[in-house]
């Protein structure tokens, strides 16, 4: 008999994917409920199953799917129901938030037609009620000055702005059950706090029940009130937050608990020259109108940057999205226009064309934030860990596959594994690949653009211990963007704190995240470490 406080009730939930003609399970006998006005934390690593776990509620599993268990919403079974009877659920009494706003909204709508589209499908509202209940819930998720962005397309607006459209959405229908799928990973530290901040409001108003699926322990701490641990399709480990936090008994949920990035990178030498350096640096984008594209105003995406970074050191460069960190590091390597002073190894660079460029690149390497998108999907992993081999000479008289072994080898890559694609690799492991393909050319100047975003925290550690190792071995200089301070702090010696293409605080590290000055780096501080502090003061 379902008990009338449980609005979810799963028992042994079983899901295989056909491929290649054989069975490939994912969920292996998954049990745990949800009830009224109570949030459950489903966490693991990629791959352990959570999301298609939540997928399964409704039946949103793609045809290849195979499920086999029991899912019951308020009493009524939802694997095998009728399509008419999950339409109704879905969007109505169960509603989902998923990571990436961008490609869950249409960007061919605008956001008021989003809106109304669901809210006619469950609700009938059309015209000028629909118009009402639309500017209510934008008001309620917190969109300023709502009525004027009915209009705008989801590339007009910020991540932020687009993740509280996705909340609006999730909430037209009023859901009993809300399933938030990594809501918060894409976002900004301080954007990252307000949402989470919203859901609970929004929450404790509406009197829903949530389901919330993440890797970041730091908020289950503080938002859930169950966690349920996954591992390779099974719940290893399951109980209320302050139980499993104090106690966890898995060795699984032990090392997720471990897994935070910590200690201080190693002292940068007395003597150690300098690397890179800009002086008063400005990049300002001109913004043209008109048919004779006359230059009517700018954007600044930097007003003036000074920095400085030497071998063996870090400089660690955060701020919110836009606020120019990467704009500042591309200056910096002369990938992008830029006025002022710029130098490397001593030698001015602001200056030089593109041919004389060219044998200097070898000096300066860059990791981007998605190891999935820089990596060709067509080159195997030699092919591209060796491609700079073709450009510049190194003064390596061996073959480049030897020279490619080696690096692999150095970054933790299997080199036997070295005529695989990379889609045959995980997420921590291609973004190991990136990283080879930058130090193969042993530059003094690394650009690492958040690199450790994309990942899970257990795989997060090790590309900063990764990151550690070569620094300490080769001398590398890093520049390091990130909007996640516990790795920042973790990795850097210096920081630079931008805030809409302004430099608004810099400093030692130490100093920086210790003593902050400036009211904005406290408020990202405050953002970043005030969730750790919080959860953990509601597990004692």
Same mark, same amino acid.
């Given at each position: ?13 079983? #899901?295989?994917?056909?491929?290649? =003609? &054989?069975? %490939?399970? !994912?969920?292996?006998? @998954? /049990?745990?409920?949800? *009830? ?6 489903? #966490?693991?690593?990629?791959?352990? =199953? &959570?999301? %298609?776990? !939540?997928?399964?509620? @409704? /039946?949103?599993?793609? *045809? ?6 029991? #899912? ?469």
């Amino acid at each position: 008999m379902t008990r009338p406080d449980r609005v979810l009730d799963v028992r042994d939930l079983r #899901v295989s994917f056909r491929q290649d =003609g &054989k069975e %490939v399970p !994912a969920v292996r006998g @998954v /049990s745990f409920h949800v *009830d009224r006005g109570e949030t459950v934390a489903l #966490v693991g690593e990629s791959g352990s =199953g &959570k999301s %298609v776990t !939540a997928l399964s509620t @409704v /039946s949103l599993l793609p *045809d290849s799917a195979r499920v086999e268990g029991a #899912v019951d919403y308020e009493g009524t079974s939802m694997i095998g129901a009728p399509e008419r009877e999950l339409r109704r659920v879905r969007g109505n009494d169960i509603s989902f938030i998923f990571q990436e706003p961008m490609t869950s909204l249409n960007p061919l709508h605008t956001i008021e037609k989003q809106l109304a589209e669901s809210l006619s499908l469950h609700q009938g509202l059309t015209g000028a009620a629909a118009r009402a209940r639309i500017l209510d819930l934008m008001d309620k998720v917190g969109i300023q000055d709502a009525e004027s962005r009915l209009g705008a397309y989801p590339h007009q607006l910020s991540g932020g702005q687009r993740q509280r459209v996705m909340i609006a959405m999730a909430l037209a229908n009023g859901p009993d059950l809300l399933v938030a799928d990594e809501p918060t990973t894409a976002l900004d530290v301080t954007i990252q706090a307000q949402i989470l901040e919203l859901l609970a409001q929004l929450q404790r108003d509406e009197g829903m029940s949530m389901l919330f699926i993440t890797h970041d322990l730091g908020i289950v701490r503080r938002f859930a009130d169950r966690v349920c641990v996954m591992k390779s399709g099974e719940i290893v480990e399951a109980g209320p937050v302050a139980e499993i936090f104090d106690a966890p008994q898995h060795p699984y949920t032990q090392m997720l608990l471990a897994a935070e990035p910590h200690g201080t990178p190693d002292p940068v030498a007395t003597d150690a020259p300098e690397i890179a350096a800009t002086e008063h640096l400005k990049v300002w984008f001109p913004i043209q109108t008109g048919l004779l594209k006359r230059t009517t105003g700018h954007v600044k995406a930097v007003n003036d940057a000074t920095l400085s970074v030497r071998a063996g050191e870090t400089v660690g460069i955060v701020g919110e999205s836009g606020s120019g960190k990467t704009t500042l590091a591309l200056a910096t390597m002369r990938l992008i226009q830029s006025e002022g002073p710029i130098t490397l190894l001593g030698r001015r660079i602001d200056g030089l064309q593109t041919k004389e460029l060219r044998p200097l690149r070898q000096d300066m390497q860059i990791v981007f934030q998605d190891p999935y998108g820089s990596l060709s999907p067509r080159m195997t992993v030699a092919e591209i860990v060796a491609e700079g081999l073709r450009l510049h000479d190194t003064g390596d008289d061996r073959p480049p596959r030897e020279q490619v072994a080696e690096i692999l080898s150095e970054t933790g890559i299997d080199p036997a594994s070295m005529d695989r694609y990379p889609h045959e690799f995980s997420g921590g492991q291609r973004q190991r690949i990136a990283i080879a393909r930058a130090m193969i050319l042993r530059p003094k100047l690394v650009v690492l653009d958040e690199p450790t975003s994309a990942l899970d925290q257990t795989v997060q550690v090790q590309i900063v211990e990764l990151l550690r190792d070569l620094q300490r071995k080769h001398g590398l200089a890093y520049l390091f963007i990130s909007h996640d301070l516990r790795v920042v702090r973790a990795l850097s010696h210096k920081v630079i704190v931008m805030k809409r293409g302004d430099v608004v605080e810099a400093g030692d590290a130490a100093q920086v995240f210790d003593a902050p000055q400036d009211p904005y780096t406290r408020a990202l501080m405050a953002a970043a470490f005030d969730l750790v502090a919080e959860g953990e003061a509601v597990s004692a």
